[in-house]
């Protein structure tokens, strides 16, 4: 379910008890989550830098090593590169959104992965420092700083920025009207940033585990509206039954209400969309695909060669240690779909007994995954050396050259099988629409862990949002996906 929300208008009507937010308050609703977003990337650099400071100072390093003859200004330079490092994988991560909110386990993935990721860029740039070799056990003493000092600051961060947010901008009193399926998923999505009064709905398909009440039928708008001092109205109703609510808003309420809607087609709007206005409608208007730029395939040729030429040892080692440990070829060949229904064959390394494909239909129904997809973690058909392959993502190093034929890009979805193809639904085709990629929003969201319908509507996403700083954004994602084996078997 999409959580997009369109404004259509904005009640200014008062009247008669009507009381309204001032201008005060309105402004510290937009400011407060700017502000309280730049403190956050500023007290969490100065927080890994003085994690790596403290790793200098409690001596770490042995005074007989060479690496103790740096100043303290050579590690403080490399603890800042470390926390820049950090904030940049921080923002790509929507980290610096205060009213986001994440569970416990994600928000430990995510700075255990983006302090490594730092951490990995600023060793390898140590390396084109002269004369300075920096102690390994520094390094390791300061990522363990530099993790739990951003683990405990972002927990009493979220405490602090919802009483300061309670205090100079109380959360909007939400209703929305219907109680149906969706209105009960943007009820529960709401939560916390909102406080959601309640439903208004003729009908009600609530059970008792909602906490949410049902207040009463659209005809009581005016009055519910009135009774609970209302905010926002977001209305969750299909379009053939909005007629009702339409007449109630065009003849308006006593204060001032912000009325916005959840159209049926909001899982299919991109984040950019026009709203134009012909003959007296309204008119949304948006590409199903986003036009991509050329400058993506060349990127996909520039880096896919680079990386290549970079990793040919490492291909080399792998062949070998999969000839030795099974017998078989090195490379497994399977036919995929590629953009617009095209078939090529895919390249990969052999991570299976040979006669994997023959054992498939005897293992169905032992299958972990949802939808057409096919994934066990105890797979008995993966080798030794493929095991370690998949974990660590080596096996889909073939792919580029893959992504040198233009068969494959670097970013993008998962190619399926032809068997999986057969399964869709109609819209899941939607998918198919661009060319395929080694990475994308699936992988760098748990792999695995993601079911086959959310894996269909993050591809979805990034087909109708493509730009280059998403690629760079999932690039960046792959590193820790890669590091942290999240969702990997």
């Given at each position: 379910m999409s959580s997009l929300e369109v404004p259509v208008q904005d009640h200014l009507w008062s009247g008669e008890g009507g009381d309204s937010r001032g201008a005060a308050y309105s402004r510290a609703e937009r400011l407060l989550p700017v502000l309280s977003g730049t403190c956050l990337l500023v007290i969490d650099i100065a927080l890994v830098l003085a994690a790596f400071l403290l790793a200098y100072w409690v001596r770490f390093i042995a005074p007989d090593n060479e690496a103790a003859a740096l100043g303290l200004e050579q590690y403080a330079r490399m603890g800042l590169i470390v926390g820049l490092g950090t904030a940049l994988l921080f923002a790509l991560q929507g980290l610096y959104d205060p009213d986001r909110s994440l569970a416990w386990p994600a928000r430990l993935h995510a700075v255990v992965s983006s302090v490594s990721t730092?951490?990995?860029?600023?060793?390898?740039?140590?390396?084109?420092?002269?004369?300075?070799?920096?102690?390994?056990?520094?390094?390791?003493?300061?990522?363990?700083?530099?993790?739990?000092?951003?683990?405990?600051?972002?927990?009493?961060?979220?405490?602090?920025?919802?009483a300061v947010r309670d205090t100079v901008a109380p959360a909007n009193r939400v209703l929305i009207v219907g109680a149906n399926t969706l209105g009960q998923e943007l009820a529960d999505d709401l939560a916390g940033r909102y406080q959601v009064v309640g439903f208004v709905d003729n009908g009600s398909d609530l059970d008792g585990s909602s906490r949410v009440?049902?207040?009463?039928?659209?005809?009581?708008?005016?009055?519910?509206?009135?009774?609970?001092?209302?905010?926002?109205?977001?209305?969750?109703?299909?379009?053939?039954?909005?007629?009702?609510?339409?007449?109630?808003?065009?003849?308006?309420?006593?204060?001032?209400?912000?009325?916005?809607?959840?159209?049926?087609?909001?899982?299919?709007?991109?984040?950019?969309?026009e709203l134009q206005h012909l003959a007296g409608r309204s008119f949304i208007g948006f590409a199903p695909v986003a036009r991509v730029s050329w400058l993506k395939r060349a990127s996909d040729l520039a880096l896919g060669s680079l990386a290549l030429l970079a990793l040919a040892p490492l291909l080399g080692v792998i062949a070998v240690a999969i000839k030795l440990d099974s017998p078989g070829p090195v490379l497994y060949r399977q036919q995929r779909v590629g953009k617009d229904g095209r078939r090529f064959w895919m390249f990969k390394f052999r991570s299976m007994r040979p006669d994997a494909e023959r054992l498939l239909d005897a293992l169905r129904a032992k299958n972990e995954a949802t939808g057409p997809l096919f994934k066990m973690r105890a797979d008995p058909r993966v080798t030794r050396v493929g095991r370690l392959l998949r974990r660590l993502s080596l096996d889909e190093l073939p792919q580029l050259f893959n992504v040198l034929r233009g068969e494959m890009s670097l970013i993008g979805p998962r190619p399926p099988l032809p068997a999986e193809v057969e399964q869709y639904e109609d819209w899941q085709h939607g998918r198919l629409r661009v060319v395929p990629g080694m990475t994308g929003l699936w992988q760098v969201s748990g792999r695995s862990e993601v079911s086959f319908h959310d894996m269909v509507r993050l591809d979805l996403h990034y087909i109708r949002n493509w730009s280059l700083a998403l690629d760079v954004e999932i690039l960046l994602r792959t590193i820790p996906a890669v590091l942290t084996n999240r969702g990997a078997y």
């Open positions: 730092a951490l990995v860029v600023a060793v390898a740039m140590s390396f084109f420092f002269e004369d300075q070799r920096f102690s390994r056990l520094w390094f390791a003493a300061g990522w363990a700083f530099a993790v739990v000092a951003l683990l405990v600051w972002r927990m009493l961060a979220r405490k602090l920025y919802a009440p049902l207040l009463g039928p659209i005809a009581q708008l005016e009055r519910v509206v009135q009774e609970y001092a209302v905010d926002e109205l977001i209305i969750a109703l299909p379009i053939s039954r909005c007629e009702q609510v339409t007449r109630l808003i065009d003849r308006g309420f006593r204060r001032r209400v912000v009325v916005k809607f959840v159209p049926d087609l909001a899982d299919l709007l991109p984040r950019q969309f």
